[in-house]
C-alpha cells in the first residue's frame, strides 16, 4: 500500500512538467514548488528526445493501459526529416530545433521505448509498432553504414551530413534490433536478426580492438579507423551495459555460443582492469596497458552491466522475454499478458491532465 501511495503522489508532482503548449514535458522539474525547466545546455530550451520519450512503460506499468502518452501521439503526426526524430524539441512550438539524430546519447531510448512499447503491450500497440518501423527504415536509409573493413555501423546525422561515428551508447542497437524482428515486415525477420547480429559484431570489435578489451566512450569510421577512438577525449570506459546488453538478448534469441564467449572476455576484462578494493570503477583509456581508474562506480553497472552478465549466463526462463520486458535502466516490467490487477488512476489522471 505505501507503494501504491507513493507512486500516486509521484505521478502528481510530476504533472507540472507537462504544463507546455504541446503537452511535451521539460526536462527538469522542482518537486517541492513544481517548477519545471529545459536544461541549460539544451539547444534553444528543448527537451530532450531520449528523456520525453522514455516514459511510456512506466505509465503503462502502473496502469494497465496500453494507449500512448499525448506527446508521442504528437510526435508521429509531426513532419520528420527524411523520416528521422532529431534529438531536440520545443516544448512550446513542437518544433524541432535541432537536425542533429542519433541511435545513441539523447536519441537512444525512445527507439528502445516504442518496439518495447509494442511487446509489452502483448502486442496490441499498434501505433507504437507502426513508429519503430517506420523509424527503423529510416535509420536504415539514412544512417546505417559500411565500413571499409566490413563493420556495420549507425552514423549520427547533422543536418544532412554524416558523421561516421557510433557510440558506446548506441550499442543496445543490437538487442534491440533483434527482438523487433519478429514482428516487422512481412520477410523481413531473418534481415533484422542478421542487421542485429552485424552490428553487435562491430560493438564487439570495439572491445576486442584496446589493449584492455573494454571499449572506448566512441568510436569511429573515418580516417582509416575503425571501430576505434580517434579523440582522447573517447577514450574512457565508466562500467557501461549497452553491448553486453546486446550480447544477452542475441544469446536468448539465437544460442549462439560466441555471445556467451564475448560476455566472458568482458567479465575477464572488468575484474583484470575495472576491480578496486571497494568495488569497482571506470578507466580513463582503454589502450592504455597500464589503466588510470576514475574512481566512480556508476549506479548503472549494478542495475545493468551486471544483470545483463548474469542473465546471459543465466537459464532462458528467468525473466523470459516472453514474459518480462526491461525497461532503459534494465528495470524488469511484466507484459500486460502477465500482470495482475494493478491501478490505472495515475496514467488516467496525466493522460487526461496533458490534453
Known amino acids: 500500500q505505501i507503494f501504491k501511495q507513493k507512486v500516486l503522489e509521484l505521478g502528481e508532482k510530476l504533472l ?17 514548488s513544481g517548477t519545471s525547466w529545459s536544461w541549460g545546455w539544451a539547444s534553444a ?3 530532450i528526445l531520449a528523456e520525453f520519450g522514455t516514459l511510456h512503460l512506466e505509465f503503462v506499468h502502473l496502469s494497465q493501459l496500453s494507449g500512448n502518452p499525448v ?14 526524430y532529431p534529438n531536440f524539441l520545443s516544448p512550446v512550438s513542437g518544433n524541432w530545433v535541432q537536425h542533429h539524430v542519433s541511435i545513441g546519447g539523447l536519441g537512444d531510448s525512445f527507439y528502445e521505448y516504442l518496439i518495447k512499447s509494442f511487446l509489452m503491450s502483448d502486442k496490441t500497440d499498434e ?58 515486415p512481412e520477410g523481413q525477420k531473418q534481415h533484422y536478426l542478421d542487421l542485429a547480429a552485424e552490428i553487435t559484431h562491430t560493438c564487439h570489435e570495439s572491445y576486442s580492438r584496446s589493449a584492455t578489451k573494454l571499449g572506448p566512450e566512441a568510436f569511429r569510421f573515418d580516417g582509416g579507423a575503425e571501430a576505434t577512438a580517434t579523440r ?100 524488469p516490467l511484466p507484459l500486460l499478458s502477465c500482470k495482475g490487477s494493478l491501478y490505472i488512476n495515475i496514467y488516467i489522471y496525466i493522460y487526461t491532465h496533458t490534453l
Request: negative net charge; aromatic residues 12%.
Open 127 to 184: 501505433e507504437a509498432k507502426k513508429m519503430y518501423y517506420s523509424a527503423m527504415e529510416a535509420i536504415e536509409t539514412n544512417l546505417v553504414q559500411k565500413s571499409p573493413g566490413g563493420l556495420t555501423y549507425v552514423a549520427e546525422w547533422r543536418g544532412g551530413i554524416l558523421d561516421h561515428k557510433m557510440g558506446h551508447l548506441a550499442c543496445f542497437s543490437g538487442g534491440m534490433i533483434g527482438i523487433g524482428a519478429e514482428d516487422g
Open 71 to 84: 506527446f508521442t501521439e504528437k510526435l508521429n503526426k509531426m513532419e520528420k526529416p527524411h523520416g528521422l
Open 45 to 47: 530550451g528543448s527537451s
Open 232 to 331: 582522447l577525449s573517447d577514450r574512457y570506459y565508466i562500467l557501461r551495459p549497452e553491448v553486453i546488453e546486446s550480447y544477452m538478448y542475441m544469446w536468448r534469441l539465437t544460442h549462439d555460443p560466441k555471445y556467451r564467449e564475448w560476455g566472458w572476455e568482458a567479465v575477464e576484462a572488468l575484474e583484470q582492469h575495472c576491480r578496486v578494493d571497494a568495488g569497482f570503477s571506470g578507466i580513463r583509456d582503454v589502450y592504455a596497458s597500464t589503466v588510470s581508474h576514475d574512481n566512480m562506480q556508476q549506479s548503472f553497472f549494478l542495475s545493468e552491466t551486471l544483470k545483463y552478465l548474469y542473465l546471459l549466463f543465466s537459464d532462458d526462463d528467468l525473466l523470459s522475454l516472453e514474459d518480462w520486458v526491461f525497461n532503459t535502466e534494465a528495470h
Open 16 to 32: 507540472p512538467a507537462f504544463n507546455t503548449p504541446t503537452g511535451i514535458p521539460r526536462g527538469v522539474i522542482n518537486l517541492g
